[in-house]
């Protein structure tokens, strides 16, 4: 078996021929636990949100952060319209508003920040108060591909707050670290 790869699983999807189908994508994905934000964008009524496991640090010097958003999403024409967004790192008592700014209750826009207690800080983008930590970005270069954007933010400002952090894997959440 020459092209057989080194990995102990039961199942083995190739990419020979045949593209590799996005169910067994979704399948290997769904075995990666990724840490939760909400990203936020905008201002008062023309507030947007959403949840991602996507949020990481492009690089540290210079402080750069990095997301890929749907492009149809709400979240990504208020993120290119205000010029910034804030990576609000989610902890164990979030699994509510993740769900909200995964828009599973029907809310749109500013009806996801329902239900807890937001502030600003540099660059606009609404922060939430009790957020494990929160990095406040302004729009550095947005690069469009395929169904997503990937979008960098510079990092103008930091806050540090405290508990263990949410993560999610196999679509269930679980808290990880100290209370
Ligand atoms: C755990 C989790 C992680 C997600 N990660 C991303 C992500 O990285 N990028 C993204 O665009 N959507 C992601 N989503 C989906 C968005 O949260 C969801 O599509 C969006 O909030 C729907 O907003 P809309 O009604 O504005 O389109 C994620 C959802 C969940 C539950």
Not at 47 to 62: D, F, H, K, Q
Not at 168 to 178: K, N, Q, T, V
Request: proline share 4%; aromatic share 6%.
């Amino acid at each position: 078996m020459p092209d057989q790869p080194h990995v102990h699983t039961d199942i083995v999807i190739r990419n020979g021929a045949d593209p590799v189908n996005s169910d067994a994508l979704k399948c290997a994905l769904r075995r990666m636990g990724g840490g939760v934000s909400v990203i936020t964008a905008g201002e008062g009524e023309e507030r947007a949100g959403a949840t991602v496991t996507s949020a990481t640090a492009l690089s540290i010097e210079p402080p750069c952060m990095l997301v890929s958003l749907n492009r149809s999403s709400s979240t990504w024409p208020a993120v290119a319209r205000f010029g910034h967004f804030c990576v609000n790192i989610l902890g164990h008592a979030h699994e509510i508003l993740a769900n909200q700014f995964a828009g599973r209750g029907g809310l749109k826009g500013a009806e996801r920040y329902r239900g807890a207690e937001w502030t600003q800080f540099i660059s606009g983008a609404p922060v939430l108060k009790d957020a494990v930590a929160a990095v406040d970005c302004k729009v550095e270069e947005a690069i469009e591909r395929y169904s997503h954007v990937i979008v960098l933010g510079r990092v103008v400002g930091i806050c540090i707050g405290n508990g263990g952090s949410l993560v999610y894997r196999g679509g269930r959440y679980f808290p990880l670290g100290e209370q």
